[in-house]
């Protein structure tokens, strides 16, 4: 949390000179009542003063100026526009990517933690990624190697079977190199977007490990998590001696998800601080809220709300039309931050009707699958962003030569860009691929088989007798639990193959 504040400024600073201007209006006519009083009590007999006037000894200590005060200072402060975060480019996932690497060794075995600690760690990392739901997660394991079980993904589908297929006997070399983790994590985080983190689940660490941990520490390294998979009465001293890292400890309940989570939004916030090219989030409408409450304090007996009252007629005789929504969520929230509650709750396509904000609203129906419409709203916007938004839309309406034109503008728009210019070359090659496999699918150049001919694959084997065999009446299906163990069975067969492959083509 200080380190999200750090970025705290104004926007607009020359809008809080108004907090002077208010104070010293507040001091005058705070003022004018004392001097009346005097007046009245040079006018009047002090014996006759004294009978006059009604509970001098309970005046009220706050008046109505007081409030107006407050309220003028929050508006103020709100115009000033406070802003501690930038605007998130709706083109990126709206947290940080995370590369989880997993120690996968006999040690994790132990049931010291019901029911094992590797069974503990996965059943762990599967609630994070249901957490991070729409994150881009990658995983790692590792033991003597370090191995990319997935790339950075945002389908938790995906990463769920292959965390079921993960066991000791599958990694090609028994060992506990954290470091050759770090080092592919480093690798996938590279060729990231949007800088990310790294977390580390882990019953032990070896001291020799910190050498490599801390051979970056002059350089920008991604901060690392250590998710400890062990009892609380092991202890891991050596692992604060790890730059730029967090300890935490596996708990039954979701307090160390939530750290995690903390330090994977501090990561983005520092991450979009950073990028220049994105706009300061104006956080002035937050003030918003206590001015509200503050009005409703005018409605009390004996303070005056004639001007609560005309300021209220005035706002909503030059409202807009195009804010007036209907039900009674509108008078609270904004159509675009209705969109937003919506987007993050996953309802994209409901998000894209909701949205005004011609980006978000793109976005929304780019993640809803709605390529066509979502390339037609992009294209509304004269930036380079919403050109390079709206040619990868097109890419994936397999639109691709709009979607070459599209990276093309994008580039006229801004020369240095180097996200289109990767677009772009990626969409020539996917175009020239379709148009060649579809001229030799026409001809048949590649098969050397033409349109007229007949082609036999074993003309001496035609009309050979062949056995089917016939599924015995009485053979018992496979159970869900038989059925579940094949898959994770096959699951860590592929495993160990694709291990075996990586380590046996790595340089010695």
């Not at 409408?285 to 206590?290: E, R």
Request: aromatic fraction near 8%.
């Amino acid at each position: 949390m200080i380190e999200t504040f750090s970025y705290f400024h104004f926007l607009r600073p020359l809008w809080l000179l108004a907090l002077p201007v208010v104070a010293a209006l507040w001091v005058w006519i705070r003022w004018q009542p004392r001097q009346s009083s005097r007046l009245q009590a040079d006018a009047i007999a002090p014996h006759l003063l004294t009978a006059l006037q009604v509970g001098r000894s309970a005046q009220r200590k706050v008046l109505p100026i007081d409030g107006v005060l407050l309220a003028a200072s929050l508006l103020a402060l709100a115009v000033a526009g406070p802003t501690w975060t930038r605007e998130p480019n709706p083109l990126l996932a709206n947290s940080a990517p995370l590369v989880v690497a997993l120690k996968v060794t006999d040690s994790m075995l132990n049931s010291d933690l019901a029911p094992t600690r590797l069974d503990r760690a996965r059943f762990k990392l599967q609630d994070l990624i249901t957490k991070r739901a729409g994150a881009r997660t990658a995983v790692i394991a590792y033991s003597g190697s370090a191995h990319r079980v997935s790339p950075l993904t945002e389908d938790a589908n995906i990463l769920r079977p292959l965390l079921d297929g993960l066991a000791p006997e599958v990694m090609p070399i028994s060992g506990n190199d954290a470091g050759a983790a770090l080092v592919l994590a480093e690798e996938i985080l590279d060729k990231a977007s949007t800088p990310g983190a790294i977390l580390f689940l882990l019953d032990d660490f070896d001291p020799s490990d910190i050498t490599s941990f801390r051979s970056q520490k002059d350089s920008p390294r991604s901060p690392v998590v250590f998710l400890v998979a062990a009892p609380s009465d092991l202890a891991l001293p050596q692992l604060d001696r790890v730059p730029n890292s967090d300890v935490i400890r596996l708990t039954v309940d979701d307090r160390d998800l939530n750290q995690i989570d903390r330090r994977l939004n501090a990561v983005y916030i520092a991450a979009l601080a950073g990028d220049e090219r994105l706009r300061w989030q104006d956080r002035g409408w937050l003030l918003a809220w206590p001015v509200a409450l503050l009005l409703l304090i005018w409605f009390r007996p004996g303070w005056t709300m004639r001007w609560a009252m005309c300021a209220g007629i005035l706002l909503g005789a030059t409202a807009p039309k195009t804010a007036i929504a209907e039900g009674w969520i509108d008078w609270f929230l904004t159509s675009d931050q209705q969109g937003q509650i919506a987007y993050n709750n996953l309802e994209f396509s409901r998000a894209g009707d909701l949205f005004i904000d011609p980006y978000w609203r793109g976005y929304a129906k780019f993640r809803a699958g709605q390529y066509a419409d979502s390339a037609q709203v992009f294209a509304t916007i004269d930036t380079p962003e919403a050109a390079l938004a709206e040619g990868m839309a097109l890419i994936r309406n397999r639109q691709y030569r709009p979607a070459i034109a599209a990276f093309e503008v994008a580039i006229e728009r801004r020369t240095d860009y180097p996200e289109a210019e990767t677009n772009l070359e990626i969409a020539r090659a996917i175009l020239d691929y379709v148009e060649t496999t579809r001229a030799q699918s026409d001809t048949g150049e590649d098969t050397g088989i033409g349109a007229d001919d007949m082609v036999f694959d074993n003309e001496a084997g035609q009309g050979a007798d062949s056995r089917i065999v016939a599924p015995k009446e009485n053979a018992v299906p496979l159970t869900g639990e038989q059925w579940m163990s094949a898959i994770d069975t096959n699951m860590g067969d592929f495993l160990r193959s694709r291990f075996l492959l990586e380590q046996s083509m790595r340089k010695p």
